[in-house]
């Protein structure tokens, strides 16, 4: 998944500038079911297993990395996620080839004082994400 940058984010000597909250941000991320419900749960475009410990958390990390392309700013390395219940539900239900059924949505939270930067279809990348099971 790439996410195109919301012109809303300040741009600082030619690059977007990530935002950071002194509070936790509530998103939700999507997530493919396990095949025949026995598998991990994997991330829904590179099929990265997601593993959940004893208290049904995971803890995902990554550095967010921009690139620039046709006059617009994307984020193609980070943790991404959905902004609103609606914005999620939208991705699955249109998502080509696959049925509702192939996914579970999670609430998550972008703890405070992480790096994120804003999409433009609703969506959120950030540099660390808490998945509730």
């Known amino acids: 998944m ?3 940058i919301n012109s809303c984010h300040l741009i600082k000597d030619g690059e977007p500038v990530p935002r950071i909250d002194n509070r936790p941000i509530e998103v939700y991320k999507v997530l493919r079911v396990p095949d025949f419900l026995t598998g991990p749960y994997t991330t829904p475009n590179r099929g990265i297993p997601i593993k959940f410990g004893d208290c049904h958390t995971c803890i995902q990390r990554a550095k967010l990395q921009v690139k620039r392309s046709y006059g617009a700013f994307f984020v193609d390395k980070g943790i991404h996620a959905w902004r609103t219940k609606s914005a999620a539900q939208d991705f699955i239900r249109y998502r080509p080839g696959y049925t509702t059924v192939d996914y579970v949505m999670f609430k998550s939270i972008i703890p405070a004082g992480v790096k994120y930067f ?9 540099e660390k994400l808490i998945i509730k099971k």
């Not at 804003?118 to 950030?126: A, K, M, P, R, W």
């Open 2 to 4: 790439c996410l195109q």
């Open 118 to 126: 804003l999409g433009e279809d609703g969506d959120i990348v950030s």
